[in-house]
């Protein structure tokens, strides 16, 4: 089974509908992230949680939530979801040694909206 | 503000030949260097991490550099094999645990 777990790793959506992408993560990580890939545009952060208790904005939070339900699980919300958010999301883990962890990451979860 | 180029975009190679990927970014001050192979719509996989203490990291064909100063690294594939076709990603985290991606260099291995 892979460390990082997303689910659904396929969603299509309509405009103005909840979606909610789930990760989970088996390598007992504290940090997990989550990231949204479009062509020519890279990786950007959504949003990152270094323990149950922080959750931190990233770059592009905005139409966005997410929710640290336990140590493994780290879930994004999109409350009303909109074209411009169809994109690939990835969820990631790091481990706090020292300031270099090493970043690891799920298969990712294509989100399309109609 | 960090920010990282990968040159050249697309690269396309003989199978067998050896070859440089490059990475550069515009702050020094680093706390490691990541690089990644994506596979089409698949996930990132880890290939190497330097530390910002590191000059170079090896695995297998693999051989990653770091040269902070100029703000240079390079991922050399020796042998290179129609397998090793993918997207290659470097990462560089900074200062506030943030870490900036390239946007990429599309290798492709022709048998």
């Known amino acids: 089974d892979a460390d990082v777990t997303q689910t659904p790793r396929n969603r299509i959506t309509k405009t103005g509908k909840r979606i909610m992408l789930e990760c989970s993560q088996t390598?007992?990580?504290?940090?997990m992230y989550w990231y949204r890939q479009d062509p020519g545009l890279g990786l950007r952060l959504i949003y990152y949680?270094?323990?149950?208790?922080?959750?931190n904005k990233g770059e592009i939070s905005d139409g966005y939530s997410v929710s640290r339900q336990a140590q493994a699980k780290f879930s994004l919300s999109l409350e009303s979801a909109i074209p411009n958010q169809t994109a690939l999301y990835f969820c990631?883990?790091?481990?706090?040694?020292?300031?270099?962890?090493?970043?690891?990451f799920g298969e990712g979860s294509r989100l399309t909206v109609l | 503000k960090q920010e990282v180029t990968q040159i050249p975009a697309a690269l396309s190679v003989p199978e067998g030949e050896n070859l440089v990927l490059n990475c550069s970014f515009t702050?020094?001050?680093?706390?490691?260097l990541q690089w990644f192979r994506q596979d089409p719509g698949k996930g990132l996989t880890s290939l190497l991490l330097?530390?910002?203490?590191?000059r170079e990291q090896t695995s297998g064909r693999l051989n990653a550099s770091l040269d902070k100063s100029s703000g240079r690294s390079t991922l050399y594939i020796a042998a290179s094999q129609p397998g090793d076709s993918a997207t290659y990603l470097c990462?560089?985290?900074?200062?506030?645990?943030?870490?900036?991606f390239g946007a990429g260099t599309r290798l492709f291995v022709k048998a």
């Open positions: 990462a560089v985290k900074t200062g506030g645990f943030k870490t900036i």
């Open positions: 702050d020094s001050a680093i706390y490691n």
């Open positions: 390598k007992g990580h504290d940090r």
């Open positions: 990631a883990t790091s481990d706090i040694t020292g300031m270099g962890g090493e970043l690891f």
């Open positions: 949680s270094f323990d149950v208790k922080d959750i």
């Open positions: 330097i530390q910002s203490s590191q």
